[in-house]
């Protein structure tokens, strides 16, 4: 047994080997398989200025039992330049490529299909971008992937649930991206099977990010892991 653990970064490396999958065997996280270095551990227990609010005044942080959370609070007066999410929390000076994204969120808003809370990856500005929904019911614009990218929101997804489960309290939710293959994977509550999969190389790298498209909710803690890289000089198109 170690040494097949000991050989699995060499054989990762070899040419005709595919990377990890993203499903990490129970117990192993997948960012330790892909040999991600750990960027970022937020747990949010006091305010942070790490993170750039899309609109200030509906994000505050505040405590949630015994938890300090950041909290989207109200409805978001946001307008973004194309249909998309306007509750945006956006991480800030850190870009990355491949990474495995984890964080802990509650919906506050009571059951409609489209109740959702959403991760955001590969942002390079308003509007580019990619994020997972996890919406309530599936269609097509709720419970999946989608990329904006200088047009309103379009699905890209692969293969989904018919749902989110959303119960009180925290759930963990995660994605896993490797841009060589333009694979997307998303997580939750069951960090060993995915809930939704696309793959897409439009986006090889971005800023991560934390919402939801237009409702409420709190998030407890964002752990990041990545390859991070010097984002080029860009501009987005917006009408």
């Given at each position: 047994?170690?040494?097949?653990i000991a050989?699995?970064?060499?054989?990762m490396l070899l040419?005709g080997c595919?990377?990890?999958?993203g499903t990490?065997?129970e117990g192993?996280s997948?960012?330790?398989?892909?040999g991600?270095?750990l960027?970022?551990d937020?747990?949010f227990?006091?305010?942070?200025?790490?993170?750039?609010?899309?609109?200030?005044?509906?994000?505050?942080?505040?405590?949630?039992?015994d938890?300090?959370?950041?909290?989207l609070?109200r409805?978001s007066?946001y307008?973004?330049?194309?249909r998309?999410?306007?509750?945006?929390?956006v991480?800030?000076?850190?870009?990355?490529s491949?990474?495995?994204?984890?964080?802990?969120?509650?919906?506050?808003k009571?059951d409609?299909?489209?109740?959702d809370?959403?991760?955001?990856?590969?942002y390079?500005?308003?509007?580019?971008f990619?994020y997972a929904?996890f919406?309530?019911?599936?269609?097509d614009a709720?419970?999946?992937?989608?990329?904006v990218?200088?047009?309103?929101?379009r699905?890209?997804?692969?293969?989904?649930?018919?749902?989110?489960p959303?119960?009180e309290?925290?759930?963990?939710?995660?994605?896993?991206?490797k841009?060589d293959?333009?694979?997307?994977e998303?997580?939750f509550?069951?960090m060993?099977?995915?809930s939704?999969?696309a793959?897409?190389?439009?986006?090889?790298?971005?800023?991560i990010g934390?919402g939801?498209?237009?409702?409420v909710?709190?998030?407890?803690?964002?752990?990041?892991?990545?390859?991070k890289?010097n984002?080029?000089?860009?501009?987005a198109?917006v009408?």
């Amino acid at each position: 047994m170690p040494k097949t653990i000991a050989l699995l970064p060499l054989l990762m490396l070899l040419p005709g080997c595919s990377w990890f999958s993203g499903t990490a065997p129970e117990g192993q996280s997948p960012a330790v398989l892909m040999g991600l270095p750990l960027l970022i551990d937020e747990g949010f227990d006091k305010p942070s200025s790490q993170w750039e609010l899309n609109d200030p005044q509906a994000w505050e942080f505040t405590s949630d039992d015994d938890k300090t959370v950041l909290a989207l609070a109200r409805n978001s007066t946001y307008k973004p330049p194309f249909r998309s999410p306007t509750g945006m929390a956006v991480l800030k000076h850190m870009t990355v490529s491949d990474f495995v994204l984890d964080a802990w969120v509650r919906s506050t808003k009571p059951d409609y299909p489209h109740r959702d809370m959403c991760l955001f990856f590969g942002y390079q500005d308003p509007a580019r971008f990619y994020y997972a929904h996890f919406g309530l019911k599936s269609d097509d614009a709720s419970n999946s992937i989608h990329i904006v990218n200088n047009a309103n929101r379009r699905p890209i997804v692969r293969t989904r649930t018919d749902g989110t489960p959303w119960t009180e309290g925290y759930h963990h939710v995660r994605v896993v991206r490797k841009v060589d293959t333009g694979s997307i994977e998303v997580f939750f509550d069951d960090m060993n099977r995915p809930s939704m999969t696309a793959e897409d190389k439009t986006f090889s790298w971005g800023r991560i990010g934390v919402g939801s498209f237009d409702d409420v909710g709190n998030v407890d803690r964002v752990v990041l892991w990545g390859r991070k890289v010097n984002p080029p000089a860009t501009r987005a198109v917006v009408p």
